[in-house]
């Protein structure tokens, strides 16, 4: 009992010494700044004042200043303080932007919850002051859709602007809730970052590194452009992003058929026929992007896929056969993903795409007329096939797929 009576009589003397203080200094005291006259240019001299004040207990709290035209600018615009001492920097900066030469009337202002006002002012000059913004003049983003999924068709947004002075930039997207920021990166070029001229920002949502993309949906692409003097400039576009994601796909069990179609064995004498099937599956959540030849094809085995007039195309998913001893380039026939005539078609920039769908299987075939295979002295030649992702990778498991040896010799 003893106990609770001596806290509630210090208890009571805390609140009799804090009304006290309350008593003995104004809602708002001591209240200054210094310089009273700044040239905010970045040099490094007089570019800010400081505002100092103090307060007898908590209120909203306004610092302004009023130009020769009776106009206000507000620097702080009833921001809550509790009791105590606060000190400000300000450089002569309203909303990104630098306020023009001339004399202003500062004001701070405190109001409590129950309306009582306190109001501290005096004069500002500022001199020399750096009023331009920096600019970023053309800023574009291009595609606006974008479809992260490493197919070879607008995977990439390019994001251009010319800066006009030195200033930090930072680009961003934000997310459709209005929260979630992904930063982007900028381009290694000439002009270093944040210095005056043409830069460039090339965005591809992480897929690159393996990372999940942003989800769907539109987002905000922000630039943001912030002089030394605090001067700032805001440009915004937007970017739909659909079908984003890591592709994912394998030769199902990793396990290839090769035969001689004539006789259903592996031997294939010099002239004859080398035939083969697997199973393809798009295991991700992405579709994958397909050229020719289809599926069944025939090749002379001193073809390739170019000599078919089905050069390489960055992004594309396509099988491909190679063997031992092979002089040429790796996978030098290659196919579809299935046949073109089953897969999901789609017209895209006037040209007809074909796409394996994710979770969906396509059996492919082929066949190689052996009619000069290199032996040297052995009469047996190892095949294999691969799942390969055109001018991006060959996964370690779907590389170098069920090598089989083939006796050639006679």
């Not at 000059?125 to 913004?133: L, M, P, Q, V």
């Not at 030769?251 to 592996?266: A, K, L, Q």
Request: hydrophobic share 35%; net charge negative; aromatic share 10%.
């Amino acid at each position: 009992m003893h106990k609770k009576r001596m806290i509630f009589i210090f208890a009571a003397m805390l609140a009799v010494l804090s009304v006290s203080a309350c008593s003995r200094y104004p809602l708002l005291y001591d209240v200054s700044i210094s310089p009273d006259t700044i040239s905010p240019n970045g040099d490094g001299i007089a570019d800010a004042t400081r505002f100092s004040y103090k307060l007898s207990r908590s209120a909203d709290l306004s610092i302004y200043l009023v130009d020769e035209q009776g106009s206000e600018h507000y620097f702080r615009d009833h921001r809550r303080r509790s009791q105590g001492s606060y000190r400000v920097d300000f450089g002569g900066v309203i909303d990104g932007a630098m306020l023009p030469d001339g004399k202003y009337t500062w004001v701070v202002e405190a109001v409590t919850d129950d309306g009582e006002t306190k109001r501290e002012n005096g004069t500002l000059t500022i001199e020399n002051a750096d009023t331009s913004r920096p600019e970023l003049q053309g800023f574009s983003v291009y595609p606006k859709e974008f479809t992260p999924n490493r197919d070879g068709i607008n995977d990439r947004v390019t994001i251009n602007y010319y800066l006009t002075k030195k200033a930090d930039v930072q680009v961003y997207l934000i997310a459709p809730d209005g929260e979630t920021r992904y930063p982007i990166d900028e381009k290694e070029r000439d002009v270093e970052p944040g210095e005056p001229g043409f830069h460039t920002y090339d965005y591809e949502g992480g897929v690159d590194l393996g990372a999940e993309p942003p989800p769907d949906g539109t987002y905000i692409i922000r630039a943001e452009a912030v002089d030394t003097v605090g001067n700032r400039t805001v440009v915004t576009d937007t970017l739909t992003i659909s079908e984003g994601g890591v592709p994912r796909a394998d030769i199902v069990s990793g396990d290839v058929e090769f035969f001689n179609p004539e006789t259903g064995d592996r031997t294939v004498p010099l002239g004859h026929t080398l035939a083969f099937t697997l199973t393809v599956e798009n295991f991700g959540d992405v579709p994958i992007r397909t050229i020719g030849p289809t599926s069944g094809t025939h090749y002379t085995s001193d073809e390739n896929f170019n000599t078919l007039g089905f050069p390489q195309s960055s992004g594309t998913w396509r099988v491909g056969i190679d063997f031992e001893g092979n002089p040429s380039y790796a996978y030098p026939y290659r196919w579809a993903v299935g046949n073109l005539d089953e897969l999901e078609q789609r017209v895209i920039n006037g040209h007809t795409e074909y796409y394996l769908m994710p979770g969906k299987r396509a059996i492919v075939t082929g066949s190689i007329q052996l009619v000069d295979i290199p032996l040297g002295n052995k009469d047996t030649v190892y095949f294999w096939a691969g799942l390969i992702h055109e001018d991006v990778a060959i996964d370690a498991f779907n590389d170098h797929v069920d090598p089989t040896q083939i006796n050639i010799g006679f």
